[in-house]
């Protein structure tokens, strides 16, 4: 069974920084491009950013490129988002997303449960 | 960025009606067009991919048609189960990009 479990959502004050982490368990992780992407509350669909199977490719939304780094660690079968300069725009449910090809755009075949990022004063 | 419009916004219907939700994309792309459902306070589940194929253990009931800029998502009859937001996304180009949703309610 094909699992994704988020974790690292909290309350940060704005201009602070965190870091998300995603474990994926029942595929080959580093078979797969991941995804993250985000849905504020009570709102759509945002693509945040995605990284290839090796990590040696990766794409941004332009609302967060230059302040958000994606990363995985196929050894650890872990996806991570370090956020940094985050501001009250960035407020969301963040879901980790496994892609259906190895390098790019697809659609998306499994999602994890989201986990919450608050930026608030 | 392919801007993907989506209508209705919402939508009401009874149990065993027809629904039909439109997708347009701001340019051509192709076939890289998939539907997910999301039912409160869960996270969105994949219905279609590719503008018409179906997802392993997604219903019958559910089809999606289209190529270039228009698509469809039908339900060929509404079960309560169906309730839910429902969007649209494209994967041709880098960011993809969702529909804004279409909120599905039973009447």
């Known amino acids: 069974e094909v699992q994704l479990v988020e974790s690292g959502g909290v309350v940060v004050q704005p201009g602070g920084s965190l870091r998300l982490s995603c474990a994926a368990s029942g595929f080959t992780f580093d078979d797969y491009a991941m995804h993250w992407v985000r849905q504020p509350p009570g709102k759509g669909l945002e693509w945040v950013s995605l990284i290839s199977w090796d990590g040696g490719t990766s794409y941004y939304a332009d609302s967060v490129k230059g302040r958000f780094t994606i990363s995985r660690d196929n050894s650890k079968k872990s996806l991570y988002l370090q956020m940094n300069s985050l501001r009250p725009e960035d407020t969301a449910l963040y879901y980790c997303v496994k892609g259906t090809n190895g390098y790019s755009g697809s659609y998306y075949d499994y999602w994890g449960q989201g986990t919450l990022v608050t930026v608030s004063s | 960025d392919i801007q993907m419009t989506q209508s209705p916004s919402s939508l009401s219907a009874s149990v065993g009606d027809r629904v039909t939700i439109t997708c347009q994309a701001s340019?051509?792309?192709?076939?890289?067009l998939n539907w997910y459902q999301q039912k409160p306070g869960k996270a969105p589940k994949l219905l279609i991919y590719d503008a018409s194929n179906l997802e392993a253990g997604v219903p019958s009931r559910f089809s999606g048609s289209g190529s270039g800029t228009d698509f469809t998502l039908t339900i060929s009859s509404l079960q309560p189960e169906d309730i839910g937001t429902y969007y649209c996304?494209?994967?041709?180009?880098?960011?993809?990009?969702f529909g804004q949703g279409t909120k599905l309610e039973i009447k």
């Open positions: 340019r051509d792309i192709t076939k890289y």
């Open positions: 996304q494209q994967y041709d180009f880098l960011p993809q990009t």
